[in-house]
């Protein structure tokens, strides 16, 4: 079974600083990597997803993430973060055979400060 | 395009009484998904569609959650009857077919007291 750990609950950064965002998983397969965004009151918007290829994937909002094999990470990042990225922020995980069915980390609470 | 609608947005109910909620996904998509996000928690997949047939219902508690989705189209999760437990935010989403990605409708947020 896949499964997905998110390293802090919390992340509080001040505007126009640089945010880290880490996500560990643990599969015995070969998983597809995703990261969502939820901000209040409203579902879930996708982020960026690593699927093959290069390991630098790039996503919407200037948000990157970079996928490492070894260490089994998927580590979100920003160069300089804004008021607006207040939000929770998932990994999830999907086999790469069969249905997409995502498994979730925890959740990750981003806030902004000014 | 019109993304995924859900309905009602907020529900409070006592345990041991019932609950529906209703999911319309993006026109022309096959697979419909059901998600149970406990606060603090991400989302967990409770049952997925494929058109009209169910493709997963492992994690759903089916001595008391039902789904349905009798024209391939819109669904509905009920709960019946309610547990403290069940609180939480309940997410539809849709895929054009299994493989593809997932758009998230806002969710269902249900208290039971």
């Known amino acids: 079974a896949q499964s997905v750990t998110q390293l802090d609950s919390q992340v509080p950064v001040f505007e126009e600083a640089p945010v880290e965002l880490r996500c560990n998983y643990s599969?015995?397969?070969?998983?597809?990597l995703f990261w969502y965004v939820q901000y209040p009151n409203q579902g879930l918007q996708l982020l960026l997803k690593y699927l093959s290829g290069s390991t630098l994937v790039k996503g919407i909002n200037g948000f990157e993430a970079e996928f490492n094999k070894s260490q089994t990470s998927f580590h979100l990042r920003k160069p300089s973060v804004h008021i607006s990225d207040t939000a929770e922020y998932f990994c999830a995980v999907s086999l790469l055979q069969g249905a997409q069915k995502l498994v979730f980390g925890q959740g990750t609470r981003l806030t902004i400060n000014p | 395009e019109a993304g995924v609608a859900q309905s009602p947005r907020y529900k409070i109910i006592e345990k041991r009484q019932s609950v529906a909620f209703w999911c319309n996904p993006i026109?022309?998509?096959?697979?419909l998904y059901w998600y149970q996000q406990i606060l603090g928690q991400g989302p967990k997949l409770l049952i997925q569609f494929q058109n009209n047939g169910v493709v997963d219902d492992s994690q759903l508690p089916k001595d008391r959650f039902s789904a349905e989705r009798l024209k391939g189209v819109d669904s509905t999760l009920k709960i019946q009857p309610a547990k403290l437990e069940d609180s939480a935010v309940y997410l539809c989403?849709?895929?054009?077919?299994?493989?593809?990605?997932?758009?998230f409708g806002p969710g269902t947020r249900l208290t039971v007291t």
């Open positions: 026109s022309g998509h096959a697979t």
């Open positions: 989403a849709s895929s054009p077919d299994v493989k593809d990605e997932q758009y």
């Open positions: 599969s015995s397969v070969s998983v597809y």
